[in-house]
């Protein structure tokens, strides 16, 4: 792979340079020679919606970034019912370290690129760089603090919070060069509605009914059936907790 030379004369291979994603991923936590070596073996992949990227207990091969678009995680119960139980957005980590068997099934909801490693290669690094066993261990605790806080979600949250909720998570994650400090966001739901409603526990009625109820009160317009634009990101947060529709 071709390498270049940046200001501090350590060499970063022109791959990482140009990725959005690397200070914000797990790469973030590697020195230059670390990142030459890991992308030694790295691969990038653009892959379609719609597309299995490993399924439960399937053997672990390899890791993978997010580098744009988003990957649906599910459970299987034993008579075939699914469970959407997350999503995964840039610059998050698609795999589970140390786990020869995959634990969930992962799936593109979207066009989705990623850059793919070895198992044999990540496993090896984390035990050579702490800082990235490290940014590994953050990010786990990041996931289990929001797979946490979606639990009050499913289990507490009115219908409309529920949907508020996951156009909020979607507007803060889907684009991470988004500003959403700026206020407004424009974003393609990643999922179906059918998906939505598997997620939130809800049914598809009741989701359409609530994205009307948002777009009727302003929160959202709805450009087309999956163009979303959101003109004030506080305002739907608000909502995502209260309820309230109205401006405060």
Known sequence: MTIQQDVHSAVIPVLCQS?????GGVCGALEPNQLVDLAKTSSRHSIPAGTA?????????????VLSGVVKL???LSDGRQ???GLQFPPDFLGRPFKSESVINAETATDVSLCSFPKAAI???????????HRLFKQTLMALDEARDWMVTLGRKTAIEKVASFLFLIARNIDPATDTSKGSVTFDLPLTRA??????GLTVETISRQLTKLRDDGVIRIANNRRVVVDSVSRLQRCSVSGELTDA
């Not at 990725?19 to 200070?23: E, F, G, I, L, N």
């Open 53 to 65: 990227l490993v399924g439960d207990a399937e053997a672990v091969e390899s890791y993978s970034n």
């Open 19 to 23: 990725c959005d994603v690397r200070h």
């Open 83 to 85: 469970q959407i139980v």
């Open 74 to 76: 599910t459970k299987t």
């Open 123 to 133: 496993e090896r690094m984390m035990r050579e760089a702490p800082a990235l066993e």
């Open 195 to 200: 998906d939505i409603a598997d997620f939130l």
